[in-house]
């Protein structure tokens, strides 16, 4: 049997991997918009999505604190259970990478999370009002709500702009999508890193390393850090997903699209609630394509990832519960 400290490292470890794979899992969320519409080169995108998402994540611990003690009993939570969460939500994310998928890393760690407390505390391991308001909840109503503010907003700047020149007006958001991609960036570091925070510190609270749950600064940094450096990596397999194959933006969408999906998130992190940056930056775009016409949006993409969102939580709890009982005696 190992320790519990060697257990707990094992869990900031995993942790840790989980932020960098995030990172480039979800570098499209933030700069898929910039790169189709040319208004950055990829690998300034990359870097500028980096930075911006290592400053996010320290902007607050609200979502972290939903993660770590709103979503499961933290008295039925032991080193076993985090491990089989982060392995669940792993193994999920990248096999959604390779086949280009844009699902959900948050609801891939939410899914593992509880699919490792139900195998090693029953359900009354899973606060189920928590669950509903925090996880359930949000995940119907983002996308819904990213995909009417972008339909709304697209349609106003059919409006006021529908009068100049096309080329005159891209070639101003071209310039603005510099602004608009940092604020995508920002918003999804807010959200996404606090994620991982969440589990380190509830590994910590049940080693009893602190005495309460809180979020050390060591751990804001390293999920930070991690989250930057794999954003740095890149992730052009769902970029081009995210940003050709839904709908053909010029660089007003990509604006319009940026603009709702990191007010959404960023709205979301201030309000603790660990929304999925996919969720709402498809459906932004989604939203965006459609006020110019709905024939303009691919949606038989469109369907193939709505299903990948609501496969996410149930396959990763499942991998998370089986890999919960194959660890238990370690």
Not at 34 to 62: E, H
Not at 89 to 113: K, V
Request: charged residues 10%; aromatic residues 10%; proline residues 3%.
């Amino acid at each position: 049997m190992l320790s519990i400290t060697a257990l707990l490292i094992i869990v900031i470890v995993l942790a840790l991997a989980f932020d960098f794979i995030n990172g480039f899992h979800d570098t499209a969320n933030a700069i898929a918009t910039s790169v189709s519409t040319r208004a950055l080169k990829p690998q300034t995108a990359v870097m500028l999505a980096a930075v911006l998402n290592f400053a996010g994540a320290m902007a607050g611990t609200a979502v972290a604190k939903t993660i770590g003690k709103g979503i499961v009993e933290t008295s039925l939570v032991n080193m076993h259970t985090l491990t089989a969460a982060m392995l669940g939500a792993i193994f999920w994310n990248l096999l959604t990478w390779y086949y280009g998928f844009p699902s959900s890393s948050s609801h891939a760690l939410i899914g593992g999370l509880v699919g490792a407390a139900i195998a090693s505390g029953g359900w009354q391991a899973v606060i189920i009002k928590g669950f509903t308001e925090k996880v359930l909840l949000p995940l119907v109503l983002s996308p819904i709500i990213g995909y009417l503010i972008g339909f709304t907003l697209m349609t106003v700047f059919y409006w006021i702009f529908g009068w100049f020149a096309p080329g005159k007006v891209n070639n101003v958001f071209r310039r603005l999508q510099i602004l608009s991609a940092m604020s995508a960036a920002f918003s999804h570091g807010s959200n996404d890193a606090q994620k991982t925070m969440g589990i380190i510190a509830l590994a910590l609270f049940s080693a009893q390393v602190i005495p309460e749950f809180t979020v050390p600064i060591w751990v804001k940094a390293a999920c930070a850090l991690a989250m930057g450096l794999g954003t740095a990596a890149g992730g052009w397999r769902i970029i081009k997903t995210m940003g050709s194959k839904i709908f053909k933006m010029e660089p007003i969408h990509g604006f319009a699209a940026d603009v709702t999906s990191s007010t959404v998130i960023y709205g979301a992190s201030l309000l603790g609630v660990p929304v999925s940056t996919t969720h709402v930056v498809s459906s932004s775009i989604l939203g965006v394509g459609s006020a110019k016409r709905f024939s303009a949006v691919n949606w038989q993409v469109a369907i193939n990832i709505i299903t990948a969102w609501f496969l996410t939580i149930p396959a990763s709890g499942l991998v998370a519960y089986l890999t919960y009982w194959l660890i238990k005696g370690v």
